[in-house]
């Protein structure tokens, strides 16, 4: 049991730091693509989660499943809030009308 703990917590402490040095060398321009994808990912992650939820047996697994859709549908909602933010930075802003064209 404890070497099977400590095999989760080295392939958790080697995917942080993995996660850490790919995020970190992403240029800013490819930003909004990646997080286009990893929306589609959470999309995926929020119907397991609802999967799981459904075949829940025990109140335990009932609310562990409940929490893993309402986390899963905020990261969702949340990439996608983003992502949104991020496009809206590479519209064209719209020129100023003068007081002078309006007039006439």
Known sequence: MVNQ??????????SIFVGI???AKVPAILHT?????????????LVGAMLVLGSATTNLEEV????????ATLNVVGGFVVT?????????KA???KKDEVSQ
């Open 21 to 23: 040095e790919i995020i």
């Open 64 to 71: 562990l499943g409940f929490v893993a859709v309402i986390l």
């Open 5 to 14: 703990l400590l095999q989760y917590a080295t392939v958790l402490m080697l």
């Open 84 to 92: 949104d933010r991020m496009l809206e930075m590479f519209k064209p």
């Open 95 to 97: 020129k100023a009308v």
């Open 33 to 45: 693509p990646l997080m286009s994808g990893s929306n589609a990912i959470h999309g995926v992650i």
